[in-house]
């Protein structure tokens, strides 16, 4: 009886070190060919539309490869030209705009001070002259700390910011070598997909081919509704943005509403860069309808993004709403923002690995049973 243990111990021991031998070296791997499981990841998108090309309109492999990168490209491009002309167009606007509001900002702080606050620094003068000399000097201390403290603070601030730019300028060369990569890369997966399908399913067993198969299509289709997911949600909040914004008569509805929908891919901050400052300017400018008319749909916004979130997810991808729910809740505590995209992918490995019978494989292997 103990043999039985001691094999079954060995055994589950063995999976746990492939398991994480395993993602250690994928992790490696991927760090040094993430270019590559991109175009991997390009190719399995355009697949479908190459191959209907390739079969409607007689065309050869790489020809069909050729126009379908040649489609996306312009389409990207496109999108990306219409989305820039209008945002150009609304932030000559702001551009306008925004320096008079500011300056009526300033003039309201400049009268909020004069009548507000000099008169309370004239009584709390009273009053500091009336203390002890160490009590002033306490107070003299505590002031100089707090003063200290926050330019420290601004200071390292500022620095980090700094210290950040040489990165991003030298980012932007390999961004564009991974680019170049990526898409030459997609254009020699897709064209020779077949012939890659053939080879590794020949490498593979039978049992890891059938297993593998039933992962790869489960994941896929996750990956499409993951995508079409994160779309349904920025779509629906860019639209609940502009009625909002053209209820309140806003100037450039549709170029605000697109920047806040852009910056709604943000996890847990999203729509609240934009709109908390928006909301904080207006109440200190004096208009506070305005104001309470941000706030409530700011409120709306978030509250629909809670509540559309685990539905939208679960529906498009398939996961419990619940489940969903939790995943992104333990993604979040367990890497951040990170997390919250995180969480739900993990949730989908695993369900597709379930159903996979990967788990009940690998329970019958440390337990001594043979896999059917």
Known sequence: MSRVY???????FLVIAAVALGAIAAYYIATVTYPFIIAFFIAMIINPLVDALERKAKMPRWLAVSVTLIMLFAAVAGLVTLLVAEIVSGTQYLARVVPEKFQALITYMETFVADQIIPIYKDLAGMFKSLSATQQDTIMQNIQAVGKKMGTTVGEFVQSILQNIPQLLAWLPNAATVFIFS???????????????????????????????????????????????????????????????????????ITIALIIGFVDLLPYLGTGIVFVPWIIYT???????????LGVL?????????IMEPKVLSSTIGLDPLATLIALFVGFKLLGFLGLIAGPVALVIIRTLHSANVFRDLWRFIIGKPTT
């Not at 490498?203 to 896929?220: I, Y």
């Not at 200190?284 to 104001?291: K, M, R």
């Not at 700011?298 to 809670?306: A, I, K, T």
């Open 283 to 293: 109440a200190v400018s004096g208009d506070i309808p305005f104001a309470i008319g």
């Open 6 to 12: 001691v094999d079954r111990f060995l055994r589950f």
């Open 298 to 306: 700011y409120v709306v916004v978030l509250v629909q993004r809670q």
């Open 183 to 253: 898409l030459l890369a997609t254009f020699f997966i897709s064209k020779d997909w077949r012939r890659l399908v053939r080879m590794a399913q020949q490498w593979l067993p039978t049992k890891a081919r059938t297993s593998g198969k039933t992962v790869f299509l489960d994941l896929k289709r996750a990956l499409f509704g993951f995508i079409k997911a994160q779309a349904t949600l920025i779509s629906i909040t860019t639209v609940i943005v502009l009625i909002g914004l053209l209820i309140l008569r806003v100037d450039y509805a």
